[in-house]
């Protein structure tokens, strides 16, 4: 397990900080899922290594009976490539509706989805973070995410000071194309 987080935290230098914290963060409280699913692009992102050089990235979640989200990543990737991956997102309790569990199927891995703000029609802040106390780091996870291939640099500018005012790591957020 820890050779695991070694490596996967060696592969991920662009996205980390030496602060070891990862900032408190409040998700949406109003936040309601039926509003939520269906076709998102993702017009900005931090340096992911598993997004390195990916493009035209988008996200279609739609509603499961079950209470759940499917989820359906799709992007052409750094070899211009398509790729996609499909997972579940869960609720992690119903007193923070924003704030999920994403498990993907293959390979099998989990992360956290918090949605720290959404208008549900134009935009959405998606934030997660992973401390390693060994290494005395935090692993930053940051989604821009549009209805839209492109976002308006006043929406940007908002999303960026909610995350800076929160005490992300906004430095390495960069523009996705969405040109394919």
Known sequence: MLFSIIVFTLFSFANLSLANECPKIVTQKDFDVTKYVGLWYESYRNDIIFETGAKCVNATYTSNPDGTVAVWNQAINWLGEYTSIRGTAKPKSASEPGAFIVTFDSPLQKGDYNVIKSNYVDYS????????????????????????????????????????????????????????
């Open 125 to 180: 802040l998606v934030y997660a973070c992973r401390n390693i106390p060994v290494l005395n780091i935090k692993l930053e996870f940051i989604w821009l995410l549009s209805r839209t291939k492109t976002m308006s640099p006043s929406i940007v500018n908002e999303l960026k000071q909610i995350l800076s005012d929160m005490g992300a790591n906004v430095n390495s957020l960069a523009h996705v194309e969405q040109n394919c």
